[in-house]
């Protein structure tokens, strides 16, 4: 791992830990094991090591989705692996940052909306991940038409959307809501939804 990539992935962490306003470059710095004027050598202020922060994260989450939704058959399976996955999105650290540590006080939502409200590139960069994410369920889901596993009728831009929706919204309840068990309601989120769709 270099030095910018370990920068990196220690801002992530102090971020989630301390929150983005909270967590100072000299944090960073001592962090990792450097000066601070070292982390000048690579990023220019703490919003453009959030930026690679971001690429971090969607590369990361990218390759995993990759890796679990890649051996799919079928709109069914996709379905069932998004929402079977719901308990390892809640533990996204440990995707993004290849060990299982303790609940992080701050959320990555709570960490997306403080950065993006200081830097409106930080926004965009936010909004093309979303956009990508319903593009690919929308194509997923016109292919099924196609193929007729799912009913002509549903509007494919829509569900995509829900879908999108669903896991985002879930994450954030089950995140305030102990009482969820979210492994359970990922199984009854499918089948109520598949029930729904199928031909």
């Avoid at 004027?37 to 453009?48: G, M």
């Avoid at 305030?176 to 769709?197: A, C, P, T, V, Y």
Wanted: glycine residues 6%; proline residues 2%.
């Amino acid at each position: 791992m270099d030095t910018k990539d370990k920068i990196a992935r220690t801002a992530l962490r102090l971020f989630l830990e301390k929150g983005y306003e909270k967590t100072s470059l000299n944090d960073i710095a001592h962090q990792v094991g450097i000066t601070k004027p070292a982390i000048y050598h690579h990023f220019k202020n703490k919003d453009q090591l959030f930026q690679q922060v971001l690429t971090l994260f969607f590369e990361e989450m990218g390759n995993w989705s990759s890796s679990r939704l890649g051996s799919c058959r079928n709109l069914k399976d996709l379905l069932k692996t998004l929402f079977g996955s719901l308990k390892a999105f809640q533990e996204v650290t440990g995707i993004i940052l290849g060990q299982h540590q303790r609940k992080a006080p701050y959320s990555f939502l709570e960490l997306f909306l403080a950065a993006s409200k200081k830097d409106p590139r930080i926004q965009k960069r936010i909004e093309n991940g979303f956009i990508i994410t319903r593009r690919f369920l929308k194509e997923k889901l016109q292919e099924a038409q196609k193929k007729r596993e799912i009913r002509s009728e549903v509007d494919c831009e829509t569900l995509s959307f829900e879908i999108h929706a669903l896991i985002e919204g879930t994450g954030l309840i089950s995140y305030l809501d102990h009482s969820i068990n979210i492994e359970r309601l990922g199984e009854k989120m499918f089948n109520h939804m598949w029930k729904m769709l199928r031909r």
